[in-house]
Nanobody
Framework: QVQLVESGGGLVQAGGSLRLSCAAS????????MGWIRQALGQEREFVAG????????RYADSVKGRATISRDSAKNTVYLQMNSLKPEDTAVYYC????????????????WGKGTLVIVSS
C-alpha cells in the first residue's frame, strides 16, 4: 500500500519560513518523481515544486521560484519543501504526491497523494 504522510504545516507570519516533510513508503519512493501541490480554499490545485526520482532535476512554479526548495533524502524516504519569504497567498493545503510514470512532473497529474498539511500565512 502506498502511503505519503505530510507534516510541518502550521501558522506562520508573512516573511517567515516553513519546511514541509513527506514520508513515503519505500516501495515507491526510490522509483518515483515527487512533487508538492497546493490548493487554496475555493481554488484549483496548483503545482508548486517537483523533483526527479534521482534528485538531479527540480522544477518550480513561477509563484514560488526563488522562495522554495524541494529536496529528497533517499535514506529517509522523505521529500522536503523549504518555503521562505512566505506570503499570505501561499496559504493553502499542501499535498505531497508521487508519480512513477515520468522522470519529473510539473503538473497536478500525479498517481499517488498524501492527505495534505495546512499552511496559513498571516499578514
Amino acid at each position: 500500500q502506498v502511503q505519503l504522510v505530510e507534516s510541518g504545516g502550521g501558522l506562520v507570519q508573512a516573511g517567515g519560513s516553513l519546511r514541509l516533510s513527506c514520508a513515503a513508503s519505500g516501495r515507491i519512493f526510490s522509483n518515483s518523481a515527487m512533487g508538492w501541490i497546493r490548493q487554496a480554499l475555493g481554488q484549483e490545485r496548483e503545482f508548486v515544486a517537483g523533483i526527479s526520482w534521482s534528485g538531479d532535476i527540480t522544477r518550480y512554479a513561477d509563484s514560488v521560484k526563488g522562495r522554495a526548495t524541494i529536496s529528497r533524502d533517499s535514506a529517509k524516504n522523505t521529500v522536503y519543501l523549504q518555503m521562505n519569504s512566505l506570503k499570505p497567498e501561499d496559504t493553502a493545503v499542501y499535498y505531497c504526491a508521487a508519480d512513477t510514470r515520468f522522470r519529473v512532473v510539473v503538473s497536478v497529474d500525479m498517481e499517488y497523494w498524501g492527505k495534505g498539511t495546512l499552511v496559513i500565512v498571516s499578514s
